[in-house]
């Protein structure tokens, strides 16, 4: 095997600024096992397409034009020094179809979804090029963040149960699909089994795609789809639709500045919730960095800022996408941070694992038998992914609340958010903090004391900082010698 990197260091790379550029057989060894599960898991990402042509009335070949550009973008992550596999801003996107469908159908939705993910997309990088990233959210009080976290949960759960949502167009299909996907997840029968025999580990380490698969085959049986049509050869994504008729420069035309005006809170509300990502791949990669003392990994969130800030601008502009450019995929990050823990045999680099991946998503957008296969389903994959990353924001926003006045705001706060959107609860979220308590808006509810274990309370602290002294006096320096 190839030695890349000598022990106890970082992987190679290209210093250019803030970033590190990493190649594949360069700087890292190309993960064959990650690639192929990369492969079979681009089903989930598919999923974006029915929420496409829901929301935004698009063409499939247009939407599957989206995914295709929106997964290139995926891979730039590893390429420019965040070892994470980056994903949808999924417990937000009921949030912002909330936002688009305030808008008239055509080019007016079209333009306010512009108008979101640029201003969203600027906002990112402005927090990452000034190094506050890190420390802004602890600005948010502790009801405000939970009830926008929490109302994004539930918003997500009820987007797909709701009269003419995806439960309805497969009912028994997505059932038995939950079923399988929330034992496989969250069971601790399942754990336990897992722990004690090979073959379901290999299956706990495959996150969602076997009930996925298993969609492939119940379907059909119940009558809720015909047999797939597997087609052969590559899939056919309408670019020259997409940039005529889709873009801001084409026909939709450019958004007004006081639709970039309106977007301002819908930005906001979703920004806390992507701040709960970027928290998790802190601690996601922070738990693998331990386990190994041949490979020192860098994880900066104010480098993770600028990519994803970058990403979102660039999509806002040539493929307006709903699902947005998020920093990680939770399910798949978890999976190949803990077949990175087995050891440098296993995965030499964790670059190497998240970028494998995420450049087998994107092969398999072009491959027609993959696309094929998961069309009939993708409203199957689209309700799994929504719910399960439902109770995930569920129990992280209840987590974020230090008291039971802060869980009566914030159950507040996600009501009218569902039922109003995100400046509205924006608005009451503030308002009733200032009510409840005053001059200590900030600091929430100081007169309750604990309302978690101190295993939750440390975790929830994760919150008022993501860098490290020395991560963050080094990214000042990389920032400063790039300017």
């Given at each position: 095997?190839?030695?890349?990197?000598?022990?106890?260091?970082?992987?190679?790379?290209?210093?250019?600024?803030?970033?590190?550029?990493?190649?594949?057989?360069?700087?890292?060894?190309?993960?064959?096992?990650?690639?192929?599960?990369?492969?079979?898991?681009?089903?989930?990402?598919?999923?974006?397409?029915?929420?496409?042509?829901?929301?935004?009335?698009?063409?499939?070949?247009?939407?599957?034009?989206?995914?295709?550009?929106?997964?290139?973008?995926?891979?730039?992550?590893?390429?420019?020094?965040?070892?994470?596999?980056?994903?949808?801003?999924?417990?937000?996107?009921?949030?912002?179809?909330?936002?688009?469908?305030?808008?008239?159908?055509?080019?007016?939705?079209?333009?306010?979804?512009?108008?979101?993910?640029?201003?969203?997309?600027?906002?990112?990088?402005?927090?990452?090029?000034?190094?506050?990233?890190?420390?802004?959210?602890?600005?948010?009080?502790?009801?405000?963040?939970?009830?926008?976290?929490?109302?994004?949960?539930?918003?997500?759960?009820?987007?797909?149960?709701?009269?003419?949502?995806?439960?309805?167009?497969?009912?028994?299909?997505?059932?038995?699909?939950?079923?399988?996907?929330?034992?496989?997840?969250?069971?601790?029968?399942?754990?336990?089994?897992?722990?004690?025999?090979?073959?379901?580990?290999?299956?706990?380490?495959?996150?969602?795609?076997?009930?996925?698969?298993?969609?492939?085959?119940?379907a059909p049986i119940v009558g809720e789809s015909g047999l797939p049509n597997i087609e052969f050869g590559f899939s056919h994504p309408d670019f020259v639709g997409l940039w005529t008729d889709w873009v801001p420069w084409g026909a939709v035309g450019w958004p007004s500045p006081l639709m970039f005006l309106q977007a301002i809170p819908t930005v906001?509300?979703?920004?806390?919730?992507?701040?709960?990502?970027?928290?998790?791949?802190?601690?996601?990669?922070?738990?693998?960095?331990?386990?190994?003392?041949?490979?020192?990994?860098?994880?900066?969130?104010?480098?993770?800022?600028?990519?994803?800030?970058?990403?979102?601008?660039?999509?806002?502009?040539?493929?307006?996408?709903?699902?947005?450019?998020?920093?990680?995929?939770?399910?798949?990050?978890?999976?190949?941070?803990?077949?990175?823990?087995?050891?440098?045999?296993?995965?030499?680099?964790?670059?190497?694992?998240?970028?494998?991946?995420?450049?087998?998503?994107?092969?398999?957008?072009?491959?027609?038998?993959?696309?094929?296969?998961?069309?009939?389903?993708?409203?199957?994959?689209?309700?799994?992914?929504?719910?399960?990353?439902?109770?995930?924001?569920?129990?992280?926003?209840?987590?974020?609340?230090?008291?039971?006045?802060?869980?009566?705001?914030?159950?507040?706060?996600?009501?009218?958010?569902?039922?109003?959107?995100?400046?509205?609860?924006?608005?009451?979220?503030?308002?009733?903090?200032?009510?409840?308590?005053?001059?200590?808006?900030?600091?929430?509810?100081?007169?309750?004391?604990?309302?978690?274990?101190?295993?939750?309370?440390?975790?929830?602290?994760?919150?008022t900082s993501l860098m490290d002294e020395d991560n963050n006096d080094s990214y000042e320096k990389e920032l400063a010698e790039s300017v």
């Amino acid at each position: 095997m190839k030695e890349y990197m000598p022990y106890g260091e970082e992987t190679p790379f290209f210093k250019a600024g803030p970033f590190k550029i990493r190649l594949p057989f360069i700087h890292y060894r190309f993960e064959i096992a990650d690639f192929i599960q990369g492969l079979l898991m681009c089903a989930v990402c598919l999923g974006a397409i029915p929420l496409l042509q829901d929301t935004l009335n698009m063409p499939f070949e247009i939407a599957l034009s989206i995914v295709i550009l929106n997964g290139f973008l995926y891979t730039w992550h590893t390429f420019l020094g965040d070892p994470v596999i980056p994903g949808w801003i999924t417990p937000a996107i009921p949030l912002l179809v909330a936002y688009c469908l305030t808008f008239p159908e055509g080019h007016a939705r079209m333009q306010g979804l512009v108008a979101f993910e640029i201003t969203l997309g600027i906002f990112a990088i402005i927090l990452g090029l000034t190094g506050i990233a890190g420390k802004i959210i602890s600005l948010v009080p502790p009801a405000i963040k939970s009830g926008i976290i929490l109302g994004a949960g539930v918003s997500a759960i009820y987007m797909i149960f709701t009269k003419g949502g995806k439960f309805e167009v497969m009912p028994y299909t997505t059932a038995i699909c939950l079923i399988v996907a929330f034992y496989l997840l969250f069971s601790n029968g399942f754990k336990r089994l897992s722990t004690k025999n090979k073959f379901f580990e290999i299956i706990a380490n495959l996150g969602i795609l076997p009930a996925v698969l298993i969609a492939v085959i119940v379907a059909p049986i119940v009558g809720e789809s015909g047999l797939p049509n597997i087609e052969f050869g590559f899939s056919h994504p309408d670019f020259v639709g997409l940039w005529t008729d889709w873009v801001p420069w084409g026909a939709v035309g450019w958004p007004s500045p006081l639709m970039f005006l309106q977007a301002i809170p819908t930005v906001l509300a979703i920004y806390i919730v992507l701040f709960g990502d970027v928290v998790q791949s802190k601690a996601l990669v922070h738990d693998a960095d331990v386990t190994r003392d041949d490979e020192k990994i860098d994880y900066n969130p104010n480098r993770a800022h600028i990519i994803f800030g970058i990403r979102n601008t660039i999509m806002g502009i040539i493929g307006p996408d709903v699902t947005m450019c998020g920093p990680l995929w939770a399910a798949m990050q978890v999976v190949v941070c803990e077949r990175y823990k087995k050891g440098r045999k296993s995965m030499q680099s964790l670059f190497g694992g998240a970028a494998s991946f995420r450049f087998g998503t994107f092969a398999g957008y072009w491959m027609l038998p993959i696309v094929t296969l998961v069309t009939p389903i993708l409203s199957v994959a689209l309700a799994l992914t929504m719910i399960v990353q439902g109770f995930v924001s569920v129990r992280i926003g209840v987590q974020q609340a230090t008291s039971f006045k802060d869980l009566g705001i914030a159950g507040v706060i996600a009501g009218v958010l569902l039922s109003k959107g995100s400046a509205w609860g924006l608005a009451v979220g503030i308002f009733a903090c200032l009510l409840c308590y005053g001059k200590d808006f900030f600091k929430g509810d100081t007169t309750f004391g604990h309302l978690w274990s101190g295993e939750v309370e440390a975790m929830t602290m994760e919150d008022t900082s993501l860098m490290d002294e020395d991560n963050n006096d080094s990214y000042e320096k990389e920032l400063a010698e790039s300017v």
